[in-house]
């Protein structure tokens, strides 16, 4: 056999791999979005009043609307906020699911080491592209006393990379109630 035709072949042969490993991780990612769909229609059930935002991949379910009079968040601003972050195996969240809070309660149900008090706080953090892409695109319009839920797939998350204990290509679900807003 030619060096030539071994050369194609082996190239023939990685291009049908990298097609089969994209077309799964395309159906992983559509498995997400039917998992996030499911979970916010059964919110959507339970409240009547909450409200859905779609902002490029990430879904904002707000559950205790406020008077549409305040600022919203924007691009550059700063956020106060408590937070709760689940990985969305399925359409429900649970406490085995919790990976990251600042909810001394939430931690507690988790089983989670108490001591050190100064990670259950109030956080602030910048919408100025830092933060997760997900959250960072679901944060965008949040409004002091919003409550609800910020869902998005392992692509607007951290892709194909393992942060702690969230693994690769993780749905992430972020239960969210907003403190102040700080537009500049």
Same mark, same amino acid.
């Given at each position: 056999? *030619? ?8 190239? %023939? ?5 990298? &097609? ?15 998992? !996030?769909?499911?979970? !916010?229609?059964?919110?959507? *059930? &339970? /409240? ?9 991949? +990430?879904?904002? %379910? ?15 601003? *700063? ?17 085995? =699911? $919790?990976?990251?809070? =600042?909810?001394? $309660?939430? &931690?507690?149900?988790? =089983? @989670?080491? $108490?001591? #050190? ?5 109030? /956080? ?11 959250? #960072? %695109? ?32 993780? +749905? %992430?679900?972020?239960? !969210? @109630?907003? /403190?102040?807003?700080? =537009?500049?």
């Amino acid at each position: 056999m *030619k060096k030539s035709t071994v050369i194609f072949a082996l190239a %023939l042969a990685a291009a049908f791999l990298a &097609a089969c490993s994209k077309q799964a991780l395309s159906t992983t990612y559509d498995k997400q979005i039917t998992n !996030i769909e499911n979970f !916010i229609s059964n919110q959507m *059930k &339970a /409240d009547t009043n909450a409200t859905l935002t779609k902002n490029n991949g +990430a879904y904002r %379910l707000t559950l205790h609307d406020t008077l549409k009079l305040k600022d919203s968040l924007r691009r550059g601003g *700063k956020v106060s906020l408590y937070y709760a972050c689940f990985i969305l195996t399925s359409s429900s969240i649970s406490t085995s =699911n $919790l990976v990251s809070t =600042n909810l001394k $309660l939430f &931690a507690q149900r988790a =089983n @989670w080491d $108490l001591t #050190d008090t100064t990670r259950y706080k109030l /956080d602030t953090v910048a919408l100025d592209g830092t933060l997760v892409k997900g959250l #960072d %695109l679901g944060l965008e319009g949040v409004q002091e006393g919003d409550e609800g839920y910020i869902l998005f797939t392992g692509e607007r998350g951290f892709g194909n990379t393992e942060r702690g204990t969230i693994p690769a290509r993780s +749905a %992430l679900v972020y239960a !969210i @109630w907003i /403190d102040k807003i700080f =537009n500049e």
